[in-house]
């Protein structure tokens, strides 16, 4: 935490110079203030996020300052107290080792030189060989070798750092790869530093079930008791103002087999009715659907009429294989429309950076995310699924026990081994978030070993 925020130098000035009463008194009370800021920002963080970007919509839970201060007062131990208000979570604990690694580093000149960039694969030799092997062994993927050629130990050491990124793991350094290898440590601390304050938004708990879903990843992912039980590939919002998936949490409830595609009506407004006017034939497997529940003959009607703020009708897509949200989706009610679901568009989860959708999140395996949720309260939760599956009827299943969801975005978390995961701010969140940290006072400090 930036010192010059809690304005330590004159606190210290002030009780310095202190030679009355009065004087006592307004240093208790500037304490006071700068121990409920400083709390307050190890808590829930410094930041409001809304105000950095529209799409962070979470709800930052904040403790009641007569409760740090009575808490504070009723300490044994005033130390270990405030070290115990930043967040407890494994999460916030590694990173905090993670940042404390990472200044040492920077202070020691980072990585070293950058790698020039141009394609490298196994059997290359060269100087930027060298370059790449020198720079990865700085990073600790591989150990030191005077070896100039792209050998084995150099592929895997590759494919160790992409993995590490988010990256296709194929093992050649192509451009995607050595332009995230010469990111600068200094950048990557940004990086640590901003997932620490993200963590003091989020309220979660270390028992229990928990779907945590990284935009920056492109996953989803099932915990239970802190400990990662199911992992997907997933498909995000696409980088458009209106397409952006945001960030928030919610409880699920329920999932819906064989769903009914009920078109946004942005989507129908804004994509379809423009080929609605040019041919009312248009998105044929859509039916349209009036005020009063009743399907309208396309035929009859005038599209070139309506506009997006007057188009009457709702679009539906009936279930099936075809469906834009696929064999079922999975319910967390909300007021930004944003829910998990299948998709008949597998292809696009092949691709390494996977913001395509218009906010939702598809999965690649939604039935083996359903019988993992199903497992707790069904006995065989893969033929209650496919039973229902098969009628070809819309199904709602209600989940016994509902599911807290994190929507986040991190562009540095950890796991509970290996190295730190780095990934893309394909948002350009973590930058306004980097940039409001640092007008409050954040700077990069130098390790002090």
Known sequence: MPEARYKTDDLLSQMAAANSARDLGLIEVALTKA????????????????????????KIEKRERQELLDSFANAQDAKGFLRGLAPRTPEYTRLMKAKLRMERLVSQGGWGAVVPVRKMEPGDSGAA?????????????????????????????????????????????????????????????????????RERWLTRHAEGREILVNLTDFTAKILDDGKLTFRTRSVVGKNQSDRRSPEFSDIMEHMVINPTWNVPRSIATKEYLPMLKNNPNAV???????????????????????????????????????????????????????????TPQKALFKREIRAYSHGCIRLQDPFDFAYALLAVQEDNPKQFFQTRLKTGRETRVDLKQDVPVHIIYRTAYTEAKGPVQFRRDIYGRDAKIWKAMANEGVALASYQG
């Open 35 to 58: 121990y409920l800021t400083y709390a307050r920002d190890l808590t829930s963080g410094m930041l409001v996020p809304s105000k950095i970007d529209g799409d962070i919509v979470r």
């Open 129 to 197: 060989v060298v370059a790449l092997r020198d720079r990865l062994v700085r990073m600790g993927f591989m150990q030191r070798s005077a070896s100039a050629s792209y050998d084995a130990a150099l592929k895997s050491a590759v494919q160790d750092f992409q993995i590490a990124h988010g990256l296709e793991s194929d093992g050649v350094a192509g451009k995607g790869t050595v332009t995230e290898i010469n990111v600068s440590a200094e950048t990557r601390l940004k990086s640590i530093m901003v997932a620490m304050e």
């Open 284 to 342: 044929s497997y859509l039916r349209l659907v009036n005020g009063r529940g009743q399907t309208v003959d396309r035929s009859a009607i005038d599209f070139s009429q309506f506009t997006t703020r007057n188009f009457p009708f709702d679009m539906k897509q009936a279930p099936g294989s075809r469906n834009a949200l696929g064999l079922v989706k999975f319910m967390f009610p909300n007021k930004y429309n944003i829910y998990l679901h299948d």
